[in-house]
């Protein structure tokens, strides 16, 4: 069984600043939901731009199913940061789903039926369909969030990866959100990474942290050192409303 | 009142608004979406450079252009994405060196340029037979373009960082964009000259944009958009015995002007609930 991920002594640099230290990281389970939770700065956006190949680390190497990024892009859906878009682009749902299917299309030709039925399937997933010939402006936050994942399913990915998919998004359409990526992971591997401690909720079955070094046990709990290490100062977590404390007291000033 | 028509420069003037119309019309959309005002700016400034260099080489200055604006649009394209220079100091650069260029071209050439201003600030009413043939030519090779590269420029517009991990060769298909561009602009310097060409660039597309969300169709519209106020813009400077191609500017603004200024009264009194 290949590997998902597998980064071996990745490090980042923008000028003489350090963004990604040392990184050394395995995912093999081909389904499930790891959260990579930092501050932001902490090099969780250059971590994702290094996994899909946009970014070269200048020491180490990074493998996706056994090959390098470029390689292995078929097998990835990418679900971007939607704030700095242009949501008054003259474009509908069903444009920006076939997006997804670009590649698969191949250079000067129309978009297939095979094209269209994934792309339909896709929006049937996020439930989206219904909305398809809408200007992608005229929907909520969340419907554009789930037409973006749609656009990421239509590439039929074994690896999906988002970039802050709860930010902007109110209680009720996070929940809805995770349901859906709850649904997702049991046929795919989906990392998300936020630097919100409250999206880790229930359905993330594995938790990492990342502020230029990483962090990540195999599990579902983050040690204290941990956690403090990657966000620089006492941090409490106390999840889903459930009013017991997750982690231990910490001490002031210690 | 219509027996201007007969006139073989004013048939030729109204054909190359035609053929300004359609090329901006479509090339203008992706100008205005994908905003690259400013860079498309540049390219048709520092193409003046291409008509220094016909006058020098003593050519027709539209085969110095064409050469010249393709060039620009390369370096352009390379420097902005690729070096560390902030993308619009580069344009910046870029833009007043190619103008610099066609300066000292035009001054080593012996003698008088003739119609030199019509390169800078356009005539429409000068157009030479042969000149709209060429300009048919480049309308053929903008509309094949776009006929095939409809899907991937639209993906390159809307989100060229997704299309890159999809693994298309994003940077070569933004170059090509702006070649495509450089050849918009080279259908458009007859008709406004190169100071005015960014407002056909954008005037007719911003407009169209305010009628649909679909880009096939703000295609279409621009293109109408375009012809009629050129055609107008014609008609004007005809009969009023003024610039035609700083006319055609002047309606296309107006307009615009009166177009956006209206809806926004519309928008206001709907939300008003009136």
């Known amino acids: 069984m290949e590997k998902v991920i597998e980064l071996k002594d990745v490090w980042v640099r923008y000028g003489t600043q350090t963004i990604l230290e040392a990184i050394n990281f395995e995912l093999k389970e081909p389904n499930g939901l790891l959260g990579i939770i930092g501050p932001n700065g902490g090099g969780k956006t250059t971590f994702l731009k290094v996994l899909l190949g946009l970014l070269k680390p200048y020491r180490g190497s990074v493998k996706l199913f056994g090959k390098p990024p470029e390689k292995s892009r078929e097998l ?48 049937k997933t996020v439930e989206m369909f219904q909305y398809k010939d809408r200007q992608i402006g005229q929907l909520s936050g ?113 | 009142m219509f027996d201007f028509l007969q006139y073989s420069f004013i048939q030729n003037a109204l054909a190359a608004a035609v053929l300004a119309s359609i090329a901006c019309g479509i090339i203008g959309v992706y100008v205005v979406v994908k905003k690259i005002v400013f860079i498309s700016g540049g390219i048709a400034h520092a193409s003046f450079g291409g008509v220094g260099l016909g006058y020098y080489l003593g050519i027709n200055p539209m085969f110095g252009i064409l050469p010249f604006s393709l060039l620009s649009a390369l370096v352009m394209g390379t420097v902005s994405k690729k070096s560390k220079i902030p993308e619009d100091s580069a344009i910046g650069i870029l833009w007043s060196l190619g ?11 012996p003698g008088y340029a003739p119609d030199l201003m019509t390169y800078l600030f356009g005539n429409i009413l000068t157009v030479p037979r042969s000149d ?58 007859k008709v406004v000259g190169i100071i005015l060409v960014i407002a056909l660039l954008t005037i ?64 206001s009194r709907r939300n008003s609930g009136a």
């Not at chain 1, 649904?183 to 401690?197: G, N, S």
Request: hydrophobic share 45%; net charge negative.
């Open chain 1, 76 to 123: 990835v859906g990418y679900v971007p940061q939607y704030r700095g878009f242009d949501f008054d682009f003259p474009i509908s749902v069903w444009e920006v789903v076939l997006t997804g299917r670009i590649s698969h299309t191949g250079f000067l030709k129309k978009y297939r039926e095979e094209d269209k039925k994934a792309a339909e399937e896709a929006l």
């Open chain 1, 142 to 254: 969340g419907q554009r969030q789930r037409v973006f994942i749609a656009r990421a399913l239509a590439t039929n990915p074994k690896l999906l990866l988002l970039d802050e998919p709860n930010s902007g998004l109110d209680p009720h359409m996070q929940d809805e959100l995770y349901r859906l990526l709850n649904r997702l992971k049991q046929e795919m591997a989906v990392v998300m990474v936020t630097h919100d401690l409250s999206a880790v909720s229930v359905y993330v079955d594995k938790i990492a942290c990342l502020n230029r070094t990483f962090h990540y046990h195999n599990s579902r709990e983050i040690p204290v050192e941990d956690l403090e290490a990657t966000y620089q100062c006492p941090v409490e977590l106390i999840a889903h409303g459930i009013p017991h404390r997750v982690l231990e007291n910490h001490e002031e000033n210690s």
């Open chain 2, 99 to 109: 103008m610099a260029l066609g300066i000292i071209f035009v001054y080593l050439t």
């Open chain 2, 132 to 189: 709209l043939y060429f300009m048919l030519v480049l309308d053929i090779i903008i509309l094949g373009a776009v006929y095939l590269f409809y899907k991937e420029f639209l993906a390159l517009c809307f989100d060229e960082e997704f299309t890159t991990v999809q693994g298309l060769p994003t940077e070569k298909l933004y170059l090509f964009l702006l070649c495509i561009i450089a050849l918009t602009i080279v259908v458009l310097i």
């Open chain 2, 204 to 267: 007719p597309a911003s407009l169209s944009r305010k009628f649909t969300h679909n880009l096939k169709k703000m295609m279409l519209i621009s293109i109408v958009f375009g012809t009629v106020i050129s055609v107008t813009g014609i008609g004007l400077s005809y009969a009023l015995d003024v610039p035609s191609g700083a006319t055609i500017i002047l309606v296309l603004s107006l307009v615009y002007g009166f177009a956006v200024f209206g809806m926004e009264i519309l928008e």
